[in-house]
């Protein structure tokens, strides 16, 4: 992938000028991971910015059992490093991050991004949407974990996240949801008999989204 092409794929840079986005590519390049890849560890530190361009990408934490604890999701043309503060030169990672697929990466050198574009304000407005947009990642968490029942926790991926949740194994989505497979298994058929839902040769297929969403939105 050419790096100035690749800055044009993502809406994060839209807004820019021809001359922008040569100044930006001067100072970026294309990586390419295949899958099972860690990216980085949590507490750890990194001076490059990255953004999603293809591919899946994890973000998940271990707790003091040894036990993965899924975070979210990272999905194409969006950026996949967190913001800690605006004014350092090196960018504090909170979660592990994991190659789900093969992907491929935009990855910048902050320091001299910080200087040419957020410290200008060219992209101030586009660098507070990313994050508002993980702020609410970090909410949805928190609902997931300590508000939502298990319900709550299955009509929220089922509503946000369906074509994951088809593509994942069982087992796999009550490990991301920390449920029990078995309760998984009784949900489904739960929001099934209600109409809710309908399932076909093991894939999901909303009937009534506006019910299946007032099940977790009313838990809040």
Do not use: W
């Not at 001359?19 to 890849?37: R, T």
Request: charged share 25%; proline share 1%; glycine share 4%.
């Amino acid at each position: 992938m050419q790096t100035e092409a690749s800055i044009r794929m993502l809406p994060f840079f839209r807004s820019l000028s021809d001359e922008q986005i040569q100044l930006l590519g001067s100072i970026s390049h294309v990586e390419h991971y295949a899958a099972d890849y860690i990216l980085h560890y949590e507490n750890s530190y990194s001076t490059r910015i990255l953004f999603l361009i293809k591919g899946l990408a994890k973000a998940y934490r271990i707790d003091k059992h040894d036990n993965e604890i899924f975070l979210y999701h990272i999905h194409p043309g969006t950026l996949l490093s967190e913001l800690s503060s605006l004014q350092e030169e090196s960018l504090l990672s909170y979660a592990n991050i994991v190659i789900e697929e093969e992907s491929y990466l935009l990855s910048i050198d902050y320091g001299r991004f910080r200087k040419a574009f957020l410290d200008t304000g060219i992209l101030g407005n586009e660098m507070l949407c990313a994050i508002i947009e993980r702020n609410k990642q970090l909410q949805t968490i928190i609902d997931r974990e300590f508000v939502f029942d298990s319900v709550s926790k299955v009509a929220m991926m089922l509503h946000e996240e369906l074509a994951m949740f088809n593509r994942l194994k069982r087992y796999d989505v009550s490990l991301m949801l920390h449920i029990q497979p078995a309760t998984l298994s009784r949900v489904l058929k739960r929001l099934k008999r209600d109409e809710i839902i309908d399932i076909d040769r093991g894939n999901v297929y909303i009937l009534d989204s506006q019910k299946l969403a007032s099940i977790y939105k009313g838990s809040l």
